[in-house]
């Protein structure tokens, strides 16, 4: 039994990476007694074969038509043309016990299709002050569609393009003589045929069509060189509202008595609503050559630098069916840093510390496919990094 083999049939990782030559041995593997194993499977299975091959060209440019003093507009444009195939096998072995189990059955697909699409960008600037400007964009995106690889049945196997237009609206500027930077914006974007991945197991994923959905906001940032020379401050903030707007044949979770669900209407996955990050840092110089016996050696612009990085996510949901156990509760987190530089910045030595606080948070849960529970992914582990520079 190959790795992949393992993983697809049992929704792990095989132990150390490797493969199995038999069946036997991977029951092994799995703690399980191999004279268990029913004879009725010995070269059961099933041969899958996926090849596919993508063609793609693009044309896109932009232009800016200067109006006045206090406004410009911006106009760019992407047009793309491609074409993709896929040879999809699908076969069943003897004596065909497996394949009736996992609900597969035999196929040979050679597709084809062709795809066109042109996408517009406009934006108009207004400057009604040197240190303001403001802004509204108008973008069209798309992403293209395609074939899904590892199926067990015909349905599902083809993807369809998903398109976006979004609209954007917001100020940049800067306050007390350039010491205070700034920028905020309003967003909404409407996605038809939205693009979804689906887990199945550890290593399998499949991409399918949600029927819409939309998404709108608010994002703010700045940064600011305080009146104390050593001490910067650098935040962001933002606030979304993700929903599906029509995905009525969702998957449903393992403990629903149906297969999909109508999630129309509801929050969509791994986005948040809100997320902040706070950076303060500070920079002294160092006394270097004042040091007995090794101040000669040193450079005269030796400095050092210490940030803290503290960032907060609330809940959101791990997996496209929103089982409610997949819900990640809101969490922060604290990173440090410490640098010395010297040379203009050009020499630094630095140590990082990511997650201070060993924060316990999971970037992904889906359920398992073969075992009760989930199969999680860790999102963050306390981690020690030291960096070396020198830029010449």
């Known amino acids: 039994m190959s790795p992949a083999g393992f993983e697809i049939g049992t929704g792990m990782a095989p132990p150390g990476g490797l493969g199995f030559p038999s069946l036997p041995a991977a029951f092994s593997a799995l703690g399980l007694d191999p004279s268990s194993i029913p004879s009725v499977v010995d070269g059961d299975g099933f041969d899958l074969l996926s090849d596919q091959g993508t063609s793609s060209q693009g044309v896109f440019g932009q232009g800016a038509w200067h109006l006045s003093k206090q406004w410009t507009f911006t106009f760019g444009a992407r047009v793309n043309f491609e074409q993709k195939s896929a040879i999809l096998n699908f076969k069943c072995l003897q004596p065909g016990v497996v394949c009736p189990a996992l609900g597969a059955s035999d196929f040979n697909l050679d597709l084809h299709r062709r795809e066109t ?62 010491a205070l930077s700034y920028s905020a914006t309003f967003f909404n974007m409407e996605v038809e045929n939205l693009q979804v991945q689906q887990f199945l197991g550890t290593t399998t994923v499949v991409v399918r069509n949600a029927g819409g959905a939309r998404s709108r906001g608010v994002e703010m940032d700045f940064q600011w060189l305080t009146p104390w020379e050593p001490l910067s401050l650098r935040a962001a903030g933002a606030f979304t509202d993700a929903r599906y707007k029509d995905f009525a044949n969702a998957p449903a979770p393992r403990s629903f008595s149906s297969n999909e669900q109508d999630l129309s209407g509801r929050t969509m996955p791994f986005v948040s609503k809100w997320q902040f990050n706070v950076t303060p840092e500070l920079r002294f110089p160092l006394p270097g050559r004042n040091l007995p016996w090794v101040g000669e050696w040193l450079p005269a612009d030796l400095g050092l630098s210490i940030a803290l990085d503290a960032f907060y996510r609330s809940q959101h949901y791990l997996d496209i069916d929103l089982d409610p156990g997949t819900l990640q509760r809101g969490y922060a987190l ?31 849960a889906t359920d398992s496919a073969t075992f009760p529970g989930y199969m999680v992914v860790q999102e963050f582990q306390r981690r020690f990094a030291f960096e070396a520079r020198y830029a010449w």
Do not use: C, H
Not at 132 to 153: E, M, P, Q
């Open 117 to 178: 699409d042109f996408s517009p960008k406009f934006t108009i600037q207004y400057f009604p002050f040197e240190n303001l400007s403001l802004f509204a964009t108008r973008a069209k995106g798309y992403k293209s569609g395609g074939y899904n690889n590892l199926l067990t049945t015909t349905v599902g196997v083809e993807v369809e393009p998903e398109e976006t237009v979004s609209w954007e609206t917001g100020a940049k500027g800067t306050l007390f003589s350039n």
């Open 334 to 364: 604290l990173n440090g840093r410490v640098r010395l530089f010297a040379l203009g910045e050009a020499l630094s030595f630095g140590l990082a510390v990511e997650n201070l606080a060993d924060v316990d948070a999971l970037q992904l």
